[in-house]
Structure formats: C-alpha cells, structure tokens
C-alpha cells in the first residue's frame, strides 16, 4: 500500500468521481483507476460500488477512508509540527464556521487573535454545517464553530457558550406591549425563518413543534440579515439567536424573549481527534473559549 493510492483513493472517496479526483491529482484517469484497482486487489475488498456513472464507498471503502484520513494528515501535518518547534506563534489555521455564527462571534476574536499573534494566519471558511463537518473529517479545516452536536469517535468537541433565541417582532407588533409572550401565543402567526438546510432553521421548527406551536411559514432565507429586515417591515415573526440581535440599519425589529421553555441553542468547536493541534491553534481555540457569548 502507498501513500499515493491513499491519496488517490480519498480524492475519489471525497468527490464521487475517477475524473475530477485524476483533475485534483493531477494524474491520467487510467493511471488513477489502475492504482485503485492495485489497492483493491491488495486488500482482497471492493472499495467502491460502481453504479453506472456514480459511485459510492463501499462498507470496506468507509472503514478504509476513516483511516486513510487520518494517515494523510499526519503526514501533511509533518512540515507544521517541524514549524511549531521553530516558531509557536506563527502558522496557518483554517476555521470552518456556519453562517448564524461567523460573522457575529468571530470579527472580534479574529481582531484580538491577530494584534497578539500578528506572524499567524487564520482563514475563515463559513458554510452549513454539514460542510464543515466533512471539512474537519478530511482534514481541510484545523476547526470548526457549529450549533449542534456531533457524535463520532474521530471528532474532539466542546462547547463554547450557550444562547437564547429571541422572538423577533415587527416595532407596532401588539406582541410588543404583552408582559407574557408564550408559545400558544404564536401559533398561527406568520413566520420568516432561516430554510431547513441551516441547522438554525430546523432548530426553530423543532422547538414549534415540542411545544404545540404550528407556525405559518410564510418565508425562508438563507441570511439571518434578510430575515431581520422583512419581520422589521412586518412580513411575520422569527426566532433569532442573541448573538444576531444587534443594532440594524434603518427600522429595526424588536427582541422579546418567549416564557419557558425558552428557546437556546449551544455553540460547539469541533477538531479531529488525530489531527495535529499546532501550539498557535490551541492559542486560538483558547481566543475562542475566552470571548464567550458575544
């Protein structure tokens, strides 16, 4: 077995195709399957189903890529550790983080992190969850910032800090003067929700339906910003996290908290177990613990 096949192999794992994972490795495409081939052979294991023009891992296929992963950033990590011994305060850190949390929590760490460490780098990468995620389990991101947990042996998590969400309503709501807002209280009301795909959006609908609230969804963003200023101009209500609910540009929406059971969700960092943690990444891991809920 050779590091090149593993190379080979994840590209194929990673994108579903023998032609793009030659593209990305710069190799034929025959070459490529052939290496494949020779390291199917080797193990005696099928490692992908090949069904016409797609193809999927098969089970030997997911046991060895968990594996394979995990070989090549050790490998890849063998410049950075012989860096870190040179110069703990300088490096490289790729930071995967979901849109309802990146441009909120992480200006003002990333505006602390560099006037103390100004020889680092960090790249932000936002994206769903699911992306960052698979970014962490490939090795394409040192860490990822998400609001929901994830279970797997090969991952490392923490949580930061936990947060409301708040019931965002427009400024002449009659919801606005009630002492009391409850969940009865909204069902039936019009909402302008993040869609389904971001975890903030499942979220919210998941706590509608623990606590009898059938909402009419009458909008879905994918930016909290574009809901924010359609509940200001009264299109419907929303649930926002705290973070989010700072001052806007024109009219603005105002926050109610709902009584309980209230409505939180909790921030998470999450790294690979086997990756190499850099002296400058553990530096920035403790920024993130130490700013808190902002």
Known sequence: MEIHQL?????????????????????????????????????????????????????????????????????????????????????????????????????????????????????????LTDHVVRGCLEGELDVGIIASPVASE???????????????????????????ITWSDLAGQPFVLMNELHCLGEQAMGFC???????????????????????ALGQGLSLIPAMACHEQQGRRCIYRRLAAPSPSRSVHILWRKDRFQSPILSEFAQALRNVGAP
């Open 7 to 127: 190379r080979y192999f994840v590209a194929v794992a990673n994108l579903r195709s023998f032609t793009r994972a030659a593209r990305q490795c710069l190799v034929a495409q025959p070459s490529l399957s052939q290496q494949i081939i020779k390291l199917e052979r080797e193990l005696r294991q099928p490692l992908f189903d090949r069904l016409g023009r797609s193809i999927r891992l098969t089970a030997a296929g997911q046991t060895l890529h968990a594996h394979a992963v995990a070989i090549l950033a050790a490998i890849d990590g063998i410049p950075d550790r012989v860096k870190a011994v040179a110069d703990p305060h300088q490096g490289k850190i790729q930071v995967g983080a979901i849109p309802t949390i990146a441009p909120y929590l992480l200006p003002p760490v990333l505006k602390e992190f560099s006037k103390r460490f100004p020889r680092a780098t960090v790249m932000v990468n936002e994206n």
């Open 154 to 180: 090969f991952f490392g998590s923490e949580v930061l800090f936990s947060e409301e969400l708040l019931l965002a309503l427009p400024p002449k709501h009659p919801f606005v003067n009630k002492r009391t």
């Open 209 to 231: 339906k623990q606590n009898g609230c059938l909402p009419t969804i009458i909008c879905q963003s994918v930016q909290l910003l574009t809901i924010q200023k359609l509940v």
